[in-house]
Each structure stands twice: as structure tokens, then as C-alpha cells.
């Protein structure tokens, strides 16, 4: 009987392992996935690609920090500068004109979102918040006026 019992707890470790590794594997391919989204929203402001091809392109991309702007400012020529060591290896270099695109975009695409929520949450009407039961007190915070 115990011995029984003992292959019932390998055998749903096991399942449990295998789910959570499989499950891990999903979260690296949201971030890549992730990442691989901002270099479209890059590319598409106007940033130019340039492949940290050699070995003193490679040393100077790791200096910079990863998935962020850095401005660089030459006389009057400003650029700005995105470092993508996981991906593709590279930096994305755009002037002052492609950064505002970016960021322009970037505002749109929240404002879409935004209004994307407030149409999935005022979509329902026949949606019945009585049914949930009562609003207030541990653990819900929130209780709207008038429940």
C-alpha cells in the first residue's frame, strides 16, 4: 500500500515538473516575443538597424544598458540610441525626428488600448455584479457608491 502511494506521488511530482518547466519555456517566449515587438515599433518610427558585427561593435554594445534609450549628442546632430544584446544583437540608432515618431506611436498605441478596455468593460450589459456577492470589507477594498 505504501508503495502504491509512493509511485501516485512520483508519478503527479513528475506531471507537476513537467507543467511547470513547460510553463517556463512559455515565459521566454513571451519575452523574447516582447522584445522582438519593440524592435518592430523601432523600425517602424525610422531607427536603422546596425549589428554589433565585429568584436569592438560587440565590447561597446555591452557597455550600454539593454532595452533602453541613450541619447548621444554630436554638435547640433542629436540620436538616440537602443541597445538589443538578446535578439538580434545590434543597436537601433535613430535621430531626434524618429524618436518623436516612436514615442507618438507609442501614445496612440495606449491611447487604442485604452479605449479597447473601456469597450470590453461596457460591453455587457446583462453583466450582473449582485451575482458576485457583496462589495466591501475583507478582502475587496473597492465597493462602489450605491452597492
Known amino acids: 500500500m505504501a508503495k502504491i502511494r509512493s509511485l501516485r506521488f512520483r508519478s503527479r511530482l513528475t506531471v507537476l515538473f513537467c507543467l511547470s518547466f513547460l510553463g517556463g519555456l512559455d515565459a521566454c517566449e513571451s519575452v523574447q516575443q516582447r522584445v522582438t515587438e519593440q524592435e ?28 533602453k534609450f541613450v541619447r548621444r549628442e ?18 537601433y540608432v535613430g535621430t531626434q525626428d524618429a524618436y518623436n515618431r516612436y514615442k507618438a506611436n507609442e501614445l496612440t498605441q495606449h491611447l487604442v488600448d485604452e479605449q479597447q478596455v473601456t469597450a470590453q468593460t461596457y460591453s455587457d450589459a446583462s453583466w450582473n455584479w449582485n451575482a458576485w456577492g457583496p462589495w466591501g470589507g475583507y478582502p475587496f477594498a473597492y465597493r462602489p457608491i450605491g452597492w
Open 74 to 91: 554630436n554638435g547640433d546632430t542629436v540620436h538616440y540610441v537602443y541597445a538589443d544584446p538578446i535578439v538580434c544583437g545590434c543597436l
Open 40 to 67: 518592430d515599433k523601432l523600425s517602424a518610427a525610422g531607427f536603422i538597424v546596425k549589428p554589433a558585427n565585429t568584436p569592438d561593435r560587440q565590447a561597446m554594445l555591452k557597455k550600454l544598458p539593454p532595452g
